[in-house]
């Protein structure tokens, strides 16, 4: 029984190692999209919620690693010779696992920075927009002033 626990860890670990890849490779397709020249804002959108569907899949399979290590902790720590290669592989797939954390952090971190910009840029152009409009207004109003003179007669009798 405990071996169908122990194989039951390896799985759990290795399908959140293909989730980690799932994840790092929507990073940077977001971090291709947000340093494109135009943005495809429905494309982010459905970046972003693929990610968190990603990170709804990590917790589940993370809390099911601790309820199933819970029952064969014992079973492992008593007997590390007759688990060994498993114990291995499990050491082998976490520390995969750490790497990839560690690697999504980075372009997350990276995304992060991005976004920032990229909001900053387009308050800037937003800003300028509502400048240039304000000052083609006022120039306009300046305009119908300046056309708008009264009539008045010159005396040519000298």
Partial sequence: MSDAYISMLIESQEKKLELLE??????KQQEDMIT?????????????????????ELN??????EAVYSKVRDELMNN????KDEIHRL???IRRITDRIAEVEALEA??????????KNRR??????????????????NMRKAY???????????
Avoid: W
């Fill in 124 to 141: 800037k152009s937003l800003k300028d927009g509502r400048s240039t409009v304000k000052a083609a207004s006022v120039y306009s109003a």
């Fill in 91 to 93: 050491q082998d797939l």
């Fill in 36 to 56: 494109g020249d135009s943005p495809d804002m429905e494309a982010l959108n459905a970046n972003i919620t693929a990610k968190g569907a990603l990170v709804d």
């Fill in 110 to 119: 990276r995304s992060r920075i991005n976004v920032d910009n990229f909001l």
């Fill in 148 to 158: 708008n003179t009264s009539p008045y007669f010159v005396d040519n009798k000298k």
């Fill in 60 to 65: 589940k399979l993370d809390d099911g690693f």
């Fill in 22 to 27: 799932q994840a790092i490779e929507l990073d």
């Fill in 80 to 83: 590390k010779d007759a688990h």
